[in-house]
């Protein structure tokens, strides 16, 4: 590991990634209560996508020669008031992600860690693709405002949308 603060990033961010796929599935568990089993199911799935990330992490720190921390969780809210809600919070969520991802990259130009900067830009794509997701979901709820009808297609469409096909690049 080049060096203790990069390690400490690295392990913040773990924490981070834990904390995003915790945070999922307390909304894909909410959705699914709600009988939005289309949008449950990729709630699920993205929640488990952040524990990949997570592992991404910890295996990348210990092959460094560091030593990866798996955190203490916070409870995630059990209920949310609306499914924008939910794509809200998860638009800022991924926003904030984001910036301590740029935060990493910034320390590793700083420190000149080349190898730890070319690890983290697999994360700096994936979080622009998952940013635009998000939007392009909430563009759609927005078209689709207080019809009932078309949150009924909308949750039975969800399953084709993913990170691929957002297609932002990188990933
Ligand atoms: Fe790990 O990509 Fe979202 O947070």
């Not at 078209?143 to 949750?155: A, E, Q, R, V």
Request: glycine share 8%; hydrophobic share 40%; charged share 25%.
């Amino acid at each position: 590991m080049a060096s203790k603060k990069i390690e400490k990033s690295l392990n913040d961010q773990v924490a981070n990634e834990a904390d995003s796929s915790q945070y999922y599935l307390a909304m894909a568990s909410w959705a699914e209560t709600q009988g939005l089993n289309g949008i449950a199911e990729f709630l699920y799935k993205h929640s488990d996508e952040e524990r990949m990330h997570m592992l991404k992490l910890v295996r990348f720190i210990n092959e460094r020669g560091g030593h990866a921390i798996v955190p203490k969780l916070d409870q995630p809210p059990k209920t949310f008031n609306s499914i924008r809600t939910i794509f809200e919070n998860l638009l800022t969520h991924e926003i904030r992600v984001t910036n301590e991802i740029n935060g990493i990259v910034d320390q590793c130009l700083k420190e000149k860690d080349y190898t730890t900067h070319n690890f983290i830009q697999w994360f700096v794509s994936e979080q622009m693709e998952e940013e635009a997701l998000a939007r392009l979901i909430l563009d759609k709820l927005n078209l689709i405002g207080d019809d009932k009808g078309g949150l009924y297609l909308f949750d039975r469409d969800i399953a084709t949308l993913s990170v691929e096909s957002v297609g932002a690049g990188g990933g």
